[in-house]
Each structure stands twice: as structure tokens, then as C-alpha cells.
């Protein structure tokens, strides 16, 4: 369900879709997933001069390309982004407990 022009509800199965579009593409770059929290191990790349909100809004026309781009839509795409975060790695934590 789209609560208004921009806001969608991730969790929402007709937008199942976006959340993979947008894993998909974390997936991809190695900046992105550690500027986001994925990639936390001893790997090269640093994330330049990159911070979590920039990153979302570069992810915008990447999961909604047939939308103007605009910063609510980057908002969005951080929340979500966060609480998978959070999740993955309350999970993670909890198998080491």
C-alpha cells in the first residue's frame, strides 16, 4: 500500500520487489555495502567522501527509475536500509549469545 507519492511500505508483498531491487544493488557495489553497514571486514575500499545519505540518494533512480529524483524517496530508502541493518545484525548477534 503507497501511503502517499513517495512513502511506500517496504514490508508490503506488492513492493517485494523493491526491497529486492534494492538489496540487489547494494549487492553490487562493494562502496555501497560498506557505507551501509553490509561490509564491515577488512576489505579495501573506503567509502570517500560517501555518507549514508548520499548513498541513498544515488540508490533512488537505481530502485525507482521511473521517478523524479527526490529526497524523501532517499529517506525512504535509508529507513529501510537501517532496519534491515538492524535486523541482520540483531540476528547475527543473537547466534552468539
Keep these: 500500500m503507497i501511503h502517499t507519492e513517495w512513502c511506500f511500505r517496504w514490508s508490503d508483498p506488492d513492493f517485494y520487489d523493491l526491497t529486492d531491487t534494492l538489496l540487489t544493488k ?7 555495502r560498506k557505507v ?5 571486514g577488512d576489505i579495501t575500499v573506503n567509502s570517500g567522501d560517501l555518507t549514508l545519505i ?7 533512480p537505481l530502485v525507482f527509475p521511473l521517478k523524479e529524483p ?14 534491515y541493518v538492524h535486523v ?10
Design 70 to 83: 527526490d529526497e524523501k524517496l532517499a529517506l525512504s530508502i535509508k529507513s529501510r536500509v537501517t532496519k
Design 26 to 32: 547494494i549487492e553490487e557495489n562493494l562502496r555501497y
Design 54 to 60: 548520499k548513498v541513498c540518494r544515488q540508490l533512488v
Design 88 to 97: 541482520v545484525l540483531s540476528s547475527i548477534s543473537a547466534c552468539w549469545i
Design 36 to 40: 551501509l553497514g553490509f561490509e564491515t
